[in-house]
T-cell receptor, first 112, second 115 residues
Framework: TQLLKQSPQFLSIQEGENLTVYCNSS?????LQWYRQEPGEGPVLLVT?????EVKKLKRLTFQFGDARKDSSLHITAAQPGDTGLYLC????????????FGSGTRLLVRP | GAVVSQHPSRVICKSGTSVKIECRSL??????MFWYRQFPKQSLMLMAT?????????EQGVEKDKFLINHASLTLSTLTVTSAHPEDSSFYIC???????????FGAGTRLSVL
């Protein structure tokens, strides 16, 4: 059972287009993180959102944490081929375990 | 910055053999480390929590006798895949929290191929 569901699973877009990836759960998380992973490598942290309703921007990437801290979104403006990769959301459980639960992942392909 | 080192990065072994994967925190102490498995084109699935000086905690459906975890020091956790079979072929990744609850450092992963 996937605690965190991401959509879409796969996205193929043209360079310059905008896109949004969604991460949804019925559980409340202490915080939510977004990672990007290249093939054969470990995931690299993009951002951590902690407060319900929080919005963070990282250049062309905008991250939002839902008010109830159950969901999040990642919006990419004017996508570039270098944005191609696997995007993963991960929620930190409310207990003291430091345990991260990963979403199902969104594979993004940006065509030049 | 803090680094988690994983070794080996890639291993190929014969079916029935055991393989040990090491996860080290290089400049910080980690009383807890996590082990994940990732199949091709899928996300990371948490396998177990490695606890320094005590038994590991396994997620539901993960065989503890198959995936032996040892966390004997504050900087090293090992995952041993015992009697490996082709279906154990996967990408194994470790992580360690450090510098706060929202910071977790990931190893570069180990690609295991069982022939």
């Amino acid at each position: 059972t996937q605690l965190l569901k991401q959509s879409p699973q796969f996205l193929s877009i043209q360079e310059g287009e905008n896109l949004t990836v969604y991460c949804n759960s019925s559980s409340v998380f202490s915080s939510l993180q977004w990672y990007r992973q290249e093939p054969g490598e470990g995931p690299v942290l993009l951002v951590t959102v902690v407060t319900g309703g929080e919005v963070k921007k990282l250049k062309r990437l905008t991250f939002q944490f839902g008010d109830a801290r159950k969901d999040s979104s990642l919006h990419i403006t004017a996508a570039q081929p270098g944005d191609t990769g696997l995007y993963l959301c991960a929620g930190l459980l409310m207990d003291s375990s430091y345990k991260l639960i990963f979403g199902s992942g969104t594979r993004l392909l940006v065509r030049p | 910055g803090a680094v988690v080192s994983q070794h080996p990065s890639r291993v190929i072994c014969k079916s029935g053999t055991s393989v040990k994967i090491e996860c080290r925190s290089l400049d910080f102490q980690a009383t807890t480390m996590f082990w994940y498995r990732q199949f091709p084109k899928q996300s990371l699935m948490l396998m177990a929590t490695s606890n320094e000086g005590s038994k590991a905690t396994y997620e539901q459906g993960v065989e503890k006798d198959k995936f032996l975890i040892n966390h004997a020091s504050l900087t090293l956790s090992t995952l041993t895949v015992t009697s490996a079979h082709p279906e154990d072929s996967s990408f194994y990744i470790c992580s360690a929290p450090g510098g706060g609850k929202n910071i977790q450092y990931f190893g570069a992963g180990t690609r295991l191929s069982v022939l």
